[in-house]
């Protein structure tokens, strides 16, 4: 597998302005496909499962967060699956991981475009990482909490804006969307699945990404603005 960098001086990846909605979009397909996968193995006994479906649909549920990823980073492939694979480098998977996805990217071509047929076997070590990836790739950059204080125009469009008030308590939370919030009064601490705490009070200007998942913890009765979206 060549270095990412190869791919960038070939042009077969391109340097951009960071796109974050197009890639909250891509975290919400891989979220949607993954959802339906597990939804269609519950219904489906085991033995009766198509395999092919099962390493394609992972396969995409693998490479949507991987491009999401790369949009996060200001990267963008020319239609270049190969050069996304080699871009888990730069997100720390192993030699082992890469050359598994590798060999996946290129199976999932053999079922796409030449009618090859695989076991079960195979499609349950697809299935295994897929899942060890995926929350690989959720605990990122894009399920950062932002906490800064607001501008004045900040300041000024959330007085617009719908408030919420909430007493000392502490519950879990998830985020179907984006959600932007000035906080007014109170002080909370939220700690997101993968443990990390992150603390904001009065006056603080708080951004919770879409897909979040997290647990609230009031320690100081809140009062927020609020908007979604």
């Known amino acids: 597998m060549k270095e990412f960098e190869y791919f960038l001086r070939a042009g077969l990846i391109k340097k951009q302005s960071p796109n974050i909605d197009?890639?909250?979009s891509l975290i919400k397909e891989s979220d949607d496909k993954k959802n339906f996968l597990e939804l269609t193995m519950r219904k489906i006994?085991?033995?009766k499962m198509n395999s092919n479906f099962v390493i394609e649909s992972c396969y995409d549920i693998i490479m949507e967060l991987v491009r999401a990823k790369m949009f996060i980073s200001g990267f963008?492939?020319?239609?270049?699956?190969?050069?996304e694979v080699s871009y888990l480098r730069n997100l720390n998977f192993s030699e082992e991981d890469i050359s598994f996805v590798d060999e996946l990217r290129y199976n999932r071509?053999?079922?796409k475009y030449y009618g090859r047929i695989f076991e079960k076997d195979y499609a349950d070590k697809v299935l295994e990482f897929m899942k060890?990836?995926?929350?690989?790739?959720?605990?990122?950059d894009e399920m950062k909490i932002e906490v800064r204080k607001p501008t004045e125009k900040e300041k000024q469009q959330a007085s617009n804006w719908g408030i919420w008030e909430k007493e000392v308590s502490e519950f879990p939370w998830e985020y179907d969307e984006k959600e932007t919030c000035l906080i007014l009064e109170g002080k909370v601490?939220?700690?997101s699945e993968d443990g990390k705490k992150v603390k904001f009070s009065k006056g603080d200007w708080v951004v919770f990404p879409q897909g979040l998942k997290c647990r609230w913890n009031i320690t100081e009765q809140v009062r927020k603005h609020y908007k979604f979206g």
């Open 189 to 191: 601490e939220v700690t």
């Open 45 to 47: 006994p085991s033995d």
């Open 132 to 140: 060890s990836a995926y929350y690989r790739l959720k605990r990122s």
């Open 76 to 83: 963008k492939s020319e239609n270049s699956h190969e050069a």
């Open 109 to 111: 071509n053999g079922i």
């Open 22 to 24: 197009r890639a909250i």
